[in-house]
């Protein structure tokens, strides 16, 4: 454990801003020199006391309650005290400098606590009392990560998917492959011991079949995790198409609000509008971009440069279509370079998107199109957004093209760096597998396969993770939490 982490420390730990209340918090191992200075008594542990907050002369910052949680029974698993006071933003730094003050270390000179503040208490970094909830084994890595993921939610369904996970059970099914995995190892490692006994441990242990049945738990544990993702991170979609196509209408169809406006001339979006929405509880973060054509002046060639930069980080692109302009027995020459023009976007589409990334043909204005155009539309979803025909259909296709399943009450939340341990372990085990139904299989480097898929998966729960992996994430937090 660094240095760091032996001093106390304090935050506010509620958001910025003013508000009903606030609070104030101090965890370390020396806060009972600031209990006594800022209450003026003991506190009972785990009893919220009404009292007044007292300045250095003895004046009343503010009345609420404290709270004492004498370690290891402690969010952080030290003493903590927890002041809750009112929400004012001034009211909350004269909570905080006083205790700064009162639990600054004494100063040689003098022996009375001054400006010296080291090894006193101090300021927490951003995430540091649920860093110190992990190295106190309050928590494991995934749970303090679920912490931050319930914080941030965005939906209803990405916040119990987050209270799922800090609750532990993204970490019980990781920790169920582990034990697998470490049974599996030690019959390994038995038969590399114990080469003189003229015993075979693995066939008579069934390790092939421990082996399937610990991939075919790791699938399972990999869908849901994969599933947390996507509410994590959400999917970016982005709107693109010919001017007039009807994107800002399908942008504000979906988003059930007039965010774009919305006009008969062709080039009003000159630069992206976004927003967020959701669709069975997943988060979509909608792009509209301005119509792909040849610009007529500076500023809209600005506009369809951004887009073409937004369809290319794209989860999902959603190709817009006039379904008024495809008839070129009607329209004429106009519809038959819309159509060419159409076609020319499509292969732009083609070749600048990754192969992983899903284009869906959207065909607009389905109201106003005549029978024998509809009749002649094949593949993509036929839409109104004036009047939101075929919008459900397309919300649905939006979900199973980026993979999500509806089963919301066995998804984890989980982050890359979890897809990409879990990722590894598949890789580990499938090597693993190979080497096991070899006719002679190399024992050794079985070992070392699955002594590797061990390590990965540890990576999520924290067993085994560098410093600097820790410092990353947990610099990700807000302070005071």
């Known amino acids: ?82 002041l809750q006071a009112h929400g004012g ?13 009162a639990g600054a270390a004494p ?28 190295l106190n084994d309050k928590i494991d890595l995934a749970q303090a990560e679920a912490i931050a993921d319930l914080i941030d939610a965005s939906t209803e369904t990405a916040a119990r998917s987050a ?7 993204f970490s019980l099914a990781v920790n169920t492959l582990l034990e697998q995995l470490i049974h599996l190892r030690m019959l390994v490692e038995a038969t590399l011991d114990f080469p003189e006994e003229d015993i075979d441990f693995l066939q008579a242990a069934d390790a092939q079949g421990q082996l399937l049945r610990l991939q075919t738990t790791l699938t399972s544990v990999m869908q849901r995790a994969m599933q947390g993702a996507i509410l994590r991170e959400g999917i970016k979609v982005v709107i693109a198409g010919q001017p007039n196509a009807g994107k800002s209408s399908l942008l504000n169809a979906l988003a059930g609000a007039e965010l774009a406006i919305v006009t008969p001339i062709a080039g009003t979006t000159r630069d992206k509008v976004s927003q967020l ?43 817009l279509h006039d379904l008024t302009r495809q008839d070129a027995t009607d329209e004429g020459q106009d519809a038959i370079n819309y ?10 589409l083609g070749k600048k998107l990754p192969k992983n990334t899903a284009v869906i043909d959207v065909w607009n204005k389905s109201d106003l199109a005549s029978p024998d155009v509809l009749h002649k539309v094949s593949g993509g979803v036929l839409v109104s957004a004036k009047t939101g025909a075929g919008l459900h259909a397309l919300r649905q296709l939006l979900l199973q093209v980026v993979g999500w399943q509806a089963a919301p009450e066995g998804v984890f939340m989980a982050r890359e760096r979890h897809l990409r341990a879990l990722h590894n372990v598949e890789g580990q085990l499938a090597t693993a597998a190979a080497q096991l139904h070899a006719a002679r299989p190399a024992l050794d480097l079985l070992a070392e396969d699955l002594r590797q898929a061990q390590l990965h998966l540890s990576e999520i729960t924290g067993a085994f993770t560098p410093d600097d992996l820790l410092g990353e994430i947990f610099s990700r937090f807000c302070i005071g939490k």
Not at 53 to 65: E, K, S, V, Y
Not at 89 to 98: F, W
Not at 163 to 169: D, N, Q, V
Not at 280 to 290: F, N, Q, R, S, Y
Request: hydrophobic share 45%.
């Open 107 to 134: 100063n040689p000179a003098t022996g009375q606590a001054g400006l010296l503040q080291l090894p006193g208490l101090r300021i927490a970094q951003p995430g540091e009392f649920t860093e110190r909830a992990f």
């Open 1 to 82: 454990m660094l240095a760091r982490h032996h001093h106390p420390i304090v935050a506010i730990a509620t958001a910025p801003g003013r508000g009903a209340v606030g609070i104030v918090r101090v965890s370390g191992k020396n806060i009972a020199p600031v209990i006594a200075a800022v209450c003026g008594r003991l506190l009972s542990p785990r009893q919220a006391t009404y009292l007044p907050f007292r300045d250095a002369q003895g004046q009343a910052i503010d009345q609420g309650l404290a709270i004492y949680f004498p370690a290891p029974h402690s969010y952080t698993g030290e003493d903590v005290l927890e």
């Open 163 to 169: 209270a799922r996970s800090m609750s532990g059970e």
């Open 89 to 101: 933003p001034v009211v909350l730094q004269l909570l905080l400098a006083r205790c700064l003050e």
């Open 339 to 348: 159509i060419a023009a159409d076609a020319r976007i499509a292969s732009v």
């Open 277 to 319: 929405i959701q669709i069975e509880g997943v988060p979509l973060h909608v792009v509209d971009t301005a119509g792909l054509r040849e610009a007529l002046d500076e500023v809209e060639k600005i506009g369809v440069e951004r887009a073409w930069a937004e369809i290319e980080t794209a989860d999902a692109v959603l190709f």
